[in-house]
């Protein structure tokens, strides 16, 4: 893959953290064979779902698992800021307006067994660009190229963009924020996936 790029500071050192994100590997992988493509979500920005996200997604490929990260919150990334890299690189949003191809929006990363296809520039239509069939058939390739498909969606508190991505996914994990969240305000994003059939 001509795509590769490094991800710097990706690794965590809190102890306590690192076995947690263990701990949601070996339930996911309890969950059943037929779980593969996995999104996480939260309430409201700022909770650590893309930081939860990326970490369970590397440490799926250190137990040797060939993992897609895909990024699709277009609205608001972090992970190119996150990780720090070194060139522009293409995304998702570029891909669903066909500007790139599969191809040239999935990278190859220094974690063995991760490949990541990032969000790519903002976007003033997300919700229309997860609609469109291209991400449809992203997902159904995915699916059969990879052990697991990881995706970031945005909070779903008040955007749609994660209900659309739910239709396509077997779980979905939801991340609180401890103590900052409403019993009401999770209730309604439950919900939402629920309806997505997620």
């Avoid at 590769?4 to 070996?26: F, P």
């Avoid at 590397?58 to 990260?69: D, E, P, R, T, Y």
């Avoid at 790519?120 to 498909?149: C, H, Q």
């Avoid at 969606?153 to 955007?159: F, K, Q, V």
Wanted: charged share 25%; glycine share 6%.
């Amino acid at each position: 893959m001509e795509n590769k790029i490094r991800l710097s500071q990706y690794e965590v050192a809190d102890y306590n953290y690192v076995e947690a994100i263990k701990t949601l590997r070996t339930n996911l992988q309890f969950s059943g064979s037929n779980i593969k493509v996995i999104m996480f979500t939260s309430s409201i920005p700022n909770e650590g779902k893309s930081e939860t996200s990326f970490q369970l997604a590397a440490s799926l490929a250190q137990l040797g698992k060939n993992v897609l990260l895909i990024d699709a919150d277009i609205r608001k990334s972090v992970t190119v800021s996150r990780y720090q890299l070194d060139r522009e690189v293409n995304g998702l949003s570029q891909y669903l307006s066909s500007q790139v191809s599969r191809e040239e929006a999935i990278y190859e990363t220094n974690v063995n067994g991760l490949e990541v296809m990032f969000a790519g520039p903002y976007s003033p239509n997300p919700a229309e660009l997860l609609e469109e069939d291209m991400f449809t058939k992203l997902i159904k390739w995915a699916r059969e190229s990879y052990d697991y498909v990881v995706i970031d969606t945005p909070p779903m508190g008040n955007l749609i963009d994660g209900a659309i991505v739910a239709r396509h996914c077997d779980g979905a994990v939801l991340v609180i924020e401890s103590g900052a969240i409403s019993f009401r305000l999770l209730q309604k994003v439950k919900a939402q996936l629920e309806k997505s059939g997620c």
